[in-house]
C-alpha cells in the first residue's frame, strides 16, 4: 500500500499531526525520527537542513575564492547539509526515498520559509535528478486538531504554492549573492 510522507518543520508540529490525524486514520507506531500507520508516515525537520553551499566551495575563474575574487556568481547553487542537522535531514531523505511512499505533503510552517525548508529538501533527497513524486501543500493557520485535519482535506497543489515557492527561492539566493 502506498503513503504520504508529511514532512513538518519542527517535531511539535509533527506531534500535533498525529495527534489530530490518529482519529480518522488509524493508530500510527512511534520511531525514532517518524510515525507511521497505514497511511502516512509522519516526520520533520528541525528548521532548516540543508542550505546553499558557502561561496568558499566554489571554484570561480579567476582562483579560489576570495575577497579579491568578487563577485562570486555561480552557474548554479549547489546545496550541502547543514551541519548540526545531518542526522535528521538522513532520517527524512530516508522516509522520502521509500519505494512505498507516493506523495510527499509539505507541513512545514505556512510562509516564504517554511516553503524553502520543505522544497531543498526535496532537492537534496532527489540528487541528481528529481524524487519525481507529486507534493502537496498542508497550509495551516490554526494548530487545533479540527483546523489539521480541515487542512488535510483541503490540500494544496504543488502549482498552486510555485509562486511562494520561487519566492523563497528568489529571496534565499539572494542573500547568498549580497551576503
Not at 486514520?25 to 516526520?43: C, L, M, P
Not at 517554511?114 to 502537496?136: C, S
Amino acid at each position: 500500500m502506498s503513503k504520504a510522507l508529511v514532512i513538518a518543520e519542527k517535531p511539535s508540529v509533527a506531534q500535533d499531526i498525529v495527534r489530530a490525524l490518529t482519529p480518522v486514520s488509524g493508530q500510527f507506531a512511534k520511531h525514532d525520527e517518524h510515525f507511521e500507520n497505514e497511511r502516512y508516515i509522519v516526520t520533520s525537520a528541525v528548521g532548516h537542513l540543508v542550505e546553499i553551499q558557502a561561496p568558499e566551495q566554489y571554484d570561480v575563474k579567476r582562483g579560489k575564492w576570495s575577497f579579491a575574487n568578487l563577485p562570486v556568481i555561480p552557474p548554479h547553487f549547489d546545496l550541502k547539509p547543514v551541519d548540526k542537522t545531518r542526522t535528521r535531514l538522513n532520517a527524512v531523505v530516508k522516509q522520502a526515498k521509500r519505494k512505498d511512499v507516493s506523495e510527499l505533503i509539505n507541513a512545514c510552517d505556512a510562509g516564504r520559509e517554511g516553503e524553502l525548508i520543505f522544497r531543498l529538501i526535496e532537492q537534496y533527497a532527489g540528487g541528481a535528478k528529481p524524487l519525481g513524486k507529486p507534493v502537496r501543500r498542508l497550509w495551516l493557520q490554526s494548530m487545533t486538531q479540527q483546523a489539521i485535519r480541515d487542512g488535510f482535506d483541503k490540500l494544496r497543489s504543488d502549482q498552486q504554492m510555485q509562486g511562494l515557492a520561487d519566492a523563497a527561492r528568489s529571496r534565499s539566493e539572494a542573500d547568498w549573492l549580497v551576503g
